[in-house]
């Protein structure tokens, strides 16, 4: 294998960086040529390449976001648009494509090697937590920092002013982030899409604690289970005090990533070049029990990942 590309694609996450690094460097450490490919999908069509060499990855792992940047490129569900991507891999001496990114990318990967014998690897880069078969995605664990970090500080205003903040963090589909802050903040609630919402039983629950004597109060809702607009209606009038309103949104997906992330990206960026070495490809780089395996592209999107209920009970539990 003489020549690779690598993009990062869909939403962006913290860590990607980290990974990108890890790729170049393992393929130029084997003498393998790595082309940069700018602004995921869009960009191949485009040809938006940079060439990459050990230094021009240097000093990024720290960075947040993508120094080859992600889009959305919509056109790419279609399989005339996914054949003139090949071409101008082929074009180019592609001889292997690694993608960085969410469940979207991922399918895109996969139809690229199914359709067009692109040899791919998928590393899954996405704050959701949403991607099957691998205990953690890159950028998760910055996420669950970021959202923590600011639930603490609404907690010391919460406990100043007596009342109840609301604070909605990312999670479309999956209740991970919004369930792993609420358990380590101590938050009294959580809203999540696996479980439908009893604003009754919430309402009370936050009474109960209140003449149990807890004066500061923190809900925390995935937005894909509920608004916190929509949350705070109906608890206003159950509990009688007021209730303020944080929606962490895109502050979610920045910061320099964490050392867990770090890791994940660097140790993840490695295999990824290793499996397509191998001729190992069509497969996501996976965390398993503390190893990085290649999973089937095809197994893992066919999947959803479940939300470890265990974990909500011990919010439930612990609150
Ligand atoms: P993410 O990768 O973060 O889940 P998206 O869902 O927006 O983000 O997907 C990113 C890109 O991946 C899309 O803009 C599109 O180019 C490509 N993509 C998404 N879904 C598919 C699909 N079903 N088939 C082919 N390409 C897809």
Do not use: W
């Not at 990024?60 to 992600?70: V, Y």
């Not at 100043?160 to 479309?172: C, K, T």
Request: one cysteine or more.
């Amino acid at each position: 294998m003489k020549k690779i590309a690598v993009m990062t694609s869909g939403g962006d996450a913290p860590g990607m960086n980290a990974a990108i690094r890890a790729v170049v460097r393992y393929a130029v450490r084997n003498d393998i040529q790595v082309l940069g490919i700018q602004r995921g999908y869009a960009g191949l069509l485009d040809e938006d390449f940079i060439e990459m060499d050990f230094s021009s990855v240097g000093g990024i792992m720290e960075k947040g976001g993508t120094i080859l940047r992600s889009s959305r490129c919509p056109e790419f569900v279609r399989k005339e648009t996914r054949q003139e991507a090949a071409k101008i891999l082929a074009k180019h001496g592609v001889e292997g494509l690694i993608v960085i990114g969410g469940e979207g990318s991922l399918h895109g990967a996969m139809f690229l090697e199914e359709e067009q014998k692109v040899p791919v690897v998928g590393i899954p880069g996405t704050i959701d937590n949403d991607i099957a078969m691998t205990d953690m995605s890159i950028g998760v664990d910055t996420c669950l920092n970021t959202v923590v970090d600011a639930i603490q500080k609404l907690k010391d205003t919460a406990s100043s002013h007596e009342r109840a903040f609301i604070v909605e963090v990312m999670g479309r589909s999956s209740g991970y982030i919004a369930t792993v802050a609420g358990l380590v903040t101590g938050a009294e609630a959580i809203v999540i899409p696996e479980i439908p919402v009893n604003y009754e039983a919430l309402g009370n629950k936050i009474l109960k604690e209140r003449e149990r004597g807890k004066i500061n109060c923190i809900v925390v809702v995935a937005e894909g289970a509920a608004s916190a607009y929509t949350v705070a209606r109906h608890l206003e009038h159950r509990i009688g005090y007021e209730t303020r309103i944080t929606i962490l949104g895109h502050i979610q997906r920045g910061g320099s990533p964490t050392a867990f992330d770090r890791l994940l990206a660097s140790r993840m960026g490695v295999a990824a070049v290793e499996f397509l070495k191998r001729g190992n490809s069509y497969v996501m780089t996976a965390l398993q029990g503390g190893k990085i395996v290649p999973v089937k592209l095809d197994e893992v999107l066919k999947q959803k990942k479940s939300l470890n209920m265990e974990l909500v009970e011990l919010t439930a539990l612990l609150s």
